[in-house]
């Protein structure tokens, strides 16, 4: 590698860098019209009216009402506040919750959290591809269902799940439906009206915008209670001062979102098939994990055979290519992805997988840069295991 290579971002699916647009709209909210939108005064009421502003932004970009629309500090709190609230204002209804077994871990363990408050919780299985059965999810209901939440698309393998058919089957049985829409907010288009959705996290880091806050759509009419206690703000259902420079942050970047989504997606998705082919083509023992048509436009993820995955992003840093070996959120861990278990892939093979998020700003030269890096590193890896040396012997031995 030369000294002049630059650094090649693919890890937009932990987060994403904040366009230049977005910084130059949230700047004034920080000295010049720093007043509280709460406050009475005609000063507050330049910061009360950017929050407006930024609201119907966000609340029209998925067809929702801008009342509709409650600011949080990032996607894991509005799922958390999705799920935690329901369950506490419909307890005396039910006690039974159904979810995904690839959902990311602000909804797992939330549902764990709640299993220990004495409700039931069912973990659909996927199908190889990360798709969640739809008969399953109709065979999991019961008279005491009272939340069904499936991710809208998956941060890990990129598949887009049948949202439009889950959200008919909960409105069917009078059930809510939320879905953590965290990674597919600003990528694919979302109505909730169309896909029945009653309750949807999002978060503006995923798009382009600052980190510290996203958002929960709560359908008008579905009862849930307030999360955070305090103060009046967000009508009542969540205290605390309104981050307005991320309000109006978040607000840009979904206005840039919707804007170029289409050309945005189109050249993120011939990107990433062209990256997918390369990779196949030159590194045996490799496959693609999730849904080949039906995932999010940028997202690559492999599974090379023979391979720690930990080994290969370190080597991939060397070359100054940043990706990741599934959610961020878990990098620390040393276990293998509970979505790679969940679609059939043994424990040896999760081991060696690698998430891949585009972003526009990638180029195809890029990707024949990182085709070739991946297909070094992985030789490289390989010829120092004892596993990928006697599959090889056998294999010889068999021919």
């Known amino acids: 590698m030369s000294e002049e290579q630059k650094l090649i971002y693919l ?10 647009e977005v910084v130059e709209a949230m700047l004034p909210y920080f000295s010049e019209y720093y007043g509280n939108p709460s406050s009475v005064y005609e000063f507050s009421g330049i910061s009360k009216k950017a929050v407006a502003q930024a609201r119907e932004t966000i609340a ?11 600011f949080t500090a990032g996607g894991s709190e509005a799922d958390n506040w999705a799920l935690k609230a329901t369950a506490e204002a419909l ?40 798709m969640v059965k739809l008969e399953e999810l109709k065979q999991a209901i019961r008279p005491d269902t009272i939340l069904i939440s499936i991710m809208f698309a998956n941060n890990e393998i990129g598949t887009i799940e049948p949202i439009k058919e889950i959200g008919q089957i909960a409105r069917e049985h009078g059930i809510l439906f939320h879905t953590d829409a965290v990674q597919a907010y600003g990528h694919v288009p979302i109505q909730v009206d169309e896909y029945q959705i009653d309750m949807m996290s999002a978060s503006g880091h995923k798009i382009n915008g600052p980190k510290g806050i996203g958002f929960l759509y709560i359908r008008t009419g579905v009862k849930i209670r307030s999360f955070v206690h305090g103060g009046a ?77 930990e080994s290969l992003l370190i080597m991939l840093d060397m070359a100054k290519i940043c990706a990741s070996s599934g ?20 424990h040896e093979i999760a081991h060696g997988s690698l998430r891949i998020t585009l972003s526009q700003e990638n180029t195809k030269e890029e990707m024949d840069y990182v085709a070739g890096e991946i297909k070094r590193i992985v030789e490289r890896l ?5 596993l990928y040396e006697d599959f090889m012997k056998n294999s010889q031995e068999k021919n």
């Not at 890890?11 to 230049?20: L, R, V």
């Not at 029209?60 to 409650?70: F, H, L, M, T």
């Not at 959902?103 to 220990?116: D, G, N, P, W």
């Not at 390989?382 to 004892?386: A, I, N, Q, W």
């Open 11 to 20: 890890d937009n699916a932990a987060t994403t860098k904040t366009y230049p």
């Open 233 to 309: 703000q967000e009508r009542k259902r969540r205290a605390g001062t309104e981050n307005v420079p991320g309000i109006v942050g978040f607000g840009k970047a979904a206005q840039l979102a919707m804007e170029n989504m289409e050309e945005r997606s189109q050249k993120e998705q011939t990107l990433r098939d062209y990256l997918m082919e390369k990779v196949l083509a030159a590194v045996p023992y490799t496959r693609v994990n999730g849904h080949r048509t039906s995932r999010l436009p940028n997202n690559c993820n492999f599974a090379f055979q023979f391979i720690e995955g």
């Open 382 to 386: 390989r010829s120092m295991s004892p």
């Open 91 to 130: 307890k005396e209804k039910g006690c039974h919750i159904i979810t995904s077994k690839i959902e990311h871990h602000a909804i797992l363990h939330t549902c764990e959290y709640l299993e220990k408050q004495g409700f039931e919780v069912t973990y659909l299985n996927v199908d190889e591809n990360g």
């Open 60 to 70: 029209s970009s998925i067809g929702a009402k801008p009342q509709e629309i409650y």
């Open 327 to 346: 959610s961020a959120c878990t990098s620390g861990s040393l276990d293998p992805s509970h979505v790679l278990l969940a679609i059939g892939l043994p």
